[in-house]
Structures are given as C-alpha cells and as structure tokens.
C-alpha cells in the first residue's frame, strides 16, 4: 500500500516556474515507478511524466517535453516535477501516481497506475 500527498502548487504568471513534490509513505517505494498526470476544468485526465524506480529513466508528454523534468529521490520517498516556462494551458490539477513495475520502466498509461495523490492545483495567469 501506498499513500501520496502532492504539495508546491500554486499560482504563477506565464513564464514562470513551479516545483511539485510528492511525498509517498510505505518502505517499497524505491520499488514504484512514478507519474504525474494533470487533469484540467472539463478535460480527461492526461500523462505528464513519468520515472522509473531505477536508472532514472523518464518520459515526458510532448507538451512538456523540455520545460517539465521529473525527478526522485528513494532515500526520502519524494518525487518531485520541476515546472519552467509555465503556460496558461498548464492551468489544472496535478496528480501523483503509482504503480509496482520492473527497475528501468516507465508507465504512461492512466489505467495502469494503482495509487494515486489528492491533487494540487496550478494555475498560470496570462
């Protein structure tokens, strides 16, 4: 089992920066591979990024691609998402997922991650 509680959103103007964290309890977390997904007012809930639990090996949404980085750190089971040249369609909540998967792997299928965070709320202003 495990719980995530996603905390660092907020409201920036465009251009600006955020960093997400997503702190995880339970002792396997080294062992998870991890995503942040998004889900904006009136829209499905989309992949941003994802880590695997080994070998730092990540992929990104196009959209995000170059302006996102995920990054972990297992000794303190934290994730983080460090967000640069925000836009106004970055705006919705951001969520931090789980899902048990071999060391190197990275997950970006929604259905596929089994925990799940609370959400927290970005919101960038043009």
């Known amino acids: 089992q495990v719980q995530l509680v996603e905390s660092g959103g907020g409201l920036v103007q465009a251009g600006g920066s955020l960093r997400l964290s997503c702190g995880a309890s339970g002792r396997t977390f080294s062992r998870y591979t991890m995503g942040w997904f998004r889900q904006a007012p009136g829209k499905e809930r989309d992949f941003v990024a994802a880590i695997s639990w080994r070998g730092g090996v990540t992929y990104y949404a196009d959209s995000v691609k170059g302006r996102f980085t995920i990054s972990r750190d297992n000794a303190k089971n934290m994730v983080y998402l460090q967000m640069n040249s925000l836009k106004p369609e970055d705006t919705a909540v951001y969520y931090c997922?789980?899902?048990?998967?071999?060391?190197?792997?990275?997950?970006?299928?929604?259905?596929?991650?089994?925990?799940w965070g609370q959400g927290t709320q970005v919101t960038v202003s043009s």
């Open positions: 997922a789980a899902v048990l998967a071999p060391a190197i792997v990275v997950v970006k299928t929604i259905g596929e991650y089994d925990y």
